[in-house]
């Protein structure tokens, strides 16, 4: 009879866990959503919307549907980025810790609209400028304290990281039509390893660095419509940006100076 009492206790805990967990796990959804649509146009200037977010702590994964980032002002696109999917694993206990560890994040077929150019003024640098300057340089950002009496911001630590199957829209000065490529494959691996891990903006940060990176080494190898000179320059550039050796915004503009304005404004 004790033994009965004991496991209806039990079942009974544990469907009352599952209903918390299930309860919690609604819940995330939309405070994540309105994190993201609240956090992030203030980190790039620009807007953010998401169509829809959905957290399985049981399952220890996430997913992000419809998520479009704005243009800066001054460009005429609605959207610089925009993401039909975006798929997470994550260690379920770490949700609630203030490092959370994610095993893994594929965001797959983004489309990226560029505008303006390569070397100079465009859309993708205007927005990672935007971003340094709330963040600071990525490598500086981990060791930040929090001001007196501020809650400390919840850390992150991504294990690896792809972008796959983007494309990239590109409107070029001296260019008489749009031109539509494939960006290679980006691959990042052990972000935020180690006990401080890394903020959600200094993420941002570094995935915006290198899709602009990404984005001007595949213009570059559109030698033909580029032209020769150009090209070499935008591979040179993108190799500092992806060697993370030097802010993404400092190597653009010194290339824009060495260029002589090539391209134009």
Do not use: W
């Amino acid at each position: 009879m004790k033994l009965k009492i004991i496991l209806g206790i039990l079942i009974g805990l544990v469907v009352l866990l599952l209903v918390v967990v299930a309860i919690i796990g609604f819940r995330l959804d939309d405070i994540v959503k309105a994190a993201m649509e609240t956090v992030g146009p203030k980190v790039t200037q620009t807007t953010l919307t998401v169509d829809a977010v959905h957290i399985s702590l049981l399952g220890g994964s996430a997913s992000v549907k419809g998520l479009a980032l704005g243009n800066p002002e001054g460009y005429r696109a609605p959207q610089s980025i925009s993401l039909s999917n975006a798929a997470v694993s994550l260690v379920p206990g770490s949700v609630l810790a203030q490092k959370i560890v994610i095993r893994s994040i594929e965001l797959q077929a983004p489309d990226i609209t560029f505008e303006g150019n390569p070397f100079g003024a465009n859309n993708l640098t205007k927005i990672m400028a935007n971003v340094n300057a709330m963040t600071g340089p990525v490598n500086q950002a981990a060791t930040n304290s929090p001001a007196a009496g501020q809650k400390p911001a919840r850390r992150f630590e991504v294990d690896d990281l792809a972008i796959t199957g983007a494309k990239v829209h590109a409107s070029i000065p001296g260019l008489d039509h749009s031109i539509t490529l494939p960006i290679a494959d980006i691959h990042l691996a052990d972000l935020g390893k180690g006990t401080d891990g890394i903020t959600a903006a200094d993420l941002t940060q570094q995935v915006l660095e290198q899709i602009t990176a990404g984005t001007i080494k595949t213009l570059a190898s559109h030698a033909s419509e580029l032209g020769k000179n150009v090209a070499g320059a935008a591979k040179y550039a993108a190799q500092e940006l992806l060697s993370n050796s030097t802010n993404g915004v400092e190597s653009i503009d010194r290339l824009k100076k060495g260029l002589g304005g090539l391209l134009g404004k």
